[in-house]
């Protein structure tokens, strides 16, 4: 089963110099005795999936980033959803829940070593310049 790692590189290697000790480096690696026979089906059914979306949606959402990471921070408060269909029904308390629900996703993706790791399939310097647009 493949392994995300992060960080771990310490500076052991000669052909890979980082004054950072590799903070924020991630990189897979494959063990063939990992992992139970569930998380196994899990990881199964992920490819499945993207196997059969591959056309329509390009990017594997992280799904096996996202079982591991689960798996290592997993989030033990259940919170209730909030359904709004019009401006009447937001109060201060679904706008505090949505965001206590919206903190404890993004803790549950982070890793260790405080990093969100994660595939990203287009130009990064795109981002700012619509930042600015937008603002």
Not at 6 to 34: A, C, M
Not at 110 to 128: N, R, T, V
Request: aromatic share 10%.
């Amino acid at each position: 089963m493949w392994k995300l790692k992060l960080s771990e590189g310490d500076g052991s290697t000669s052909w890979l110099k980082s004054v950072n000790n590799h903070i924020g480096r991630q990189y897979w690696e494959f063990d063939p005795n990992l992992g139970t026979p569930e998380e196994l089906a899990e990881v199964e059914n992920a490819r499945d999936a993207f196997k059969k979306n591959r056309f329509e949606a390009k990017q594997s959402s992280d799904l096996l980033m996202r079982l591991q990471l689960a798996k290592d921070n997993p989030c033990q408060i259940k919170l209730p959803e909030v359904k709004v269909r019009s401006e009447e029904d937001i109060t201060e308390e679904g706008v505090a829940t949505v965001l206590r629900r919206a903190l404890r996703f993004y803790s549950t993706l982070q890793a260790e070593d405080g990093f969100w790791p994660g595939d990203y399939g287009g130009p990064l310097f795109l981002l700012p310049g619509l930042v600015r647009f937008i603002h």
